[in-house]
């Protein structure tokens, strides 16, 4: 059974920086997709940023430039976010794509406020 759990999340001032980090454990396949999503009060889950297998990362338009995503080899991924804004605040969930299944993270709480 595939499990990922977050960590990193917090309460941090506009303009400061966090480090989310996703444990993953289980039977992963090799080739497969990690990447972060947030979900804004009342709103859809929206992608912020993922990485293949192979290294091929994508951006949302709205944290280019501010956060970046990585992978280790002990099927670990981070996200680290800079220059944190106020609309940034959202709960922030851990994917993994392989073939045909998805696995989700619990979630994690980020704030950013004076």
């Known amino acids: 059974q595939v499990q990922l759990v977050e960590s990193g999340g917090g309460l941090v001032q506009p303009g400061g920086s966090l480090r989310l980090s996703c444990a993953a454990s289980g039977s992963i396949f090799s080739v497969n997709v990690m990447g972060w999503y947030r979900q804004f009060p009342g709103k859809q889950r929206e992608l912020v940023a993922t990485m293949t297998s192979a290294g091929s990362t994508n951006y949302a338009d709205s944290v280019k430039g501010r956060f970046t995503i990585s992978r280790d080899k002990a099927k670990n991924t981070y996200l680290q976010m800079n220059s944190l804004k106020p609309e940034d605040t959202a709960v922030y969930y851990c994917n993994l794509k392989v073939i ?11 704030t950013v406020s004076s």
């Open 100 to 110: 045909d299944r998805e696995y989700w993270g619990q979630g994690t709480q980020v």
